[in-house]
């Protein structure tokens, strides 16, 4: 049995994370019209976008690992769908707004970890636990302070007293 060998596109992967930020990049701003309806405008941002983020080495890892993902969580959610659609008349009665949240909580969950993984050498001096060196000194000091027993607690203090003000001012009316 004879394999396809594929290997090769793996030297085009920055062209193929430039074209995949330049489309998702170029839907959002048009569909949103954050920057009005000309349609240069937000071709020409999007571009923009897109070489930015590419000549950023990590940037270019970071879409290579979310776009397998991606793809096939949208095709699961393909897959899905036709089932339903084969096995019932409407689909809008099982395609509930909670399952549409799943799939969103999933893609998130698969944003973080391909982050994590990709950007784990560049924050790892920062992380609680870590032994802080290789790391700049000044930024160091910061999250020491941060994660220091003072300050979560007075941040837990803080937490527990706005969400007691909320409860009471929303027993209220």
């Known amino acids: 049995m004879a394999f396809l060998e594929f290997s090769w596109l793996a030297y085009y992967i920055a062209?193929?994370?430039?074209?995949?930020?330049?489309?998702?990049?170029?839907?959002?701003?048009s569909k949103t019209k954050i920057l009005g309806d000309n349609n240069f405008i937000d071709l020409l941002v999007s571009f923009i976008l897109a070489?930015?983020?590419?000549?950023?080495?990590p940037g270019?890892?970071?879409?290579s690992a979310i776009i397998?993902?991606?793809?096939?969580?949208?095709?699961?959610?393909?897959?899905?769908?036709?089932i339903v659609g084969f096995s019932q008349k409407e689909v809008d009665k099982f395609m509930k707004p909670w399952i549409t949240w799943v799939f969103i909580g999933i893609l998130i969950i698969i944003f973080?970890?391909?982050a994590i993984k990709v950007f784990n050498p560049v924050l790892a001096p920062y992380l609680?636990?870590?032994s802080g060196s290789g790391g700049d000194s000044d930024l160091l000091r910061y999250k020491n302070f941060f994660y220091s027993e003072r300050f979560l607690g007075a941040?837990?203090?803080l937490i527990i007293a706005a969400i007691t003000s909320w409860v009471l001012v929303k027993g209220k009316k």
């Open 68 to 82: 397998p993902w991606f793809s096939i969580l949208i095709i699961s959610m393909f897959f899905l769908l036709v």
């Open 15 to 29: 062209i193929f994370g430039f074209f995949f930020v330049f489309v998702i990049s170029y839907a959002v701003l």
């Open 112 to 114: 973080l970890i391909a």
């Open 60 to 63: 270019v890892e970071y879409v």
């Open 128 to 130: 609680p636990g870590s």
């Open 51 to 57: 070489i930015v983020f590419i000549t950023f080495s």
């Open 155 to 157: 941040a837990l203090l």
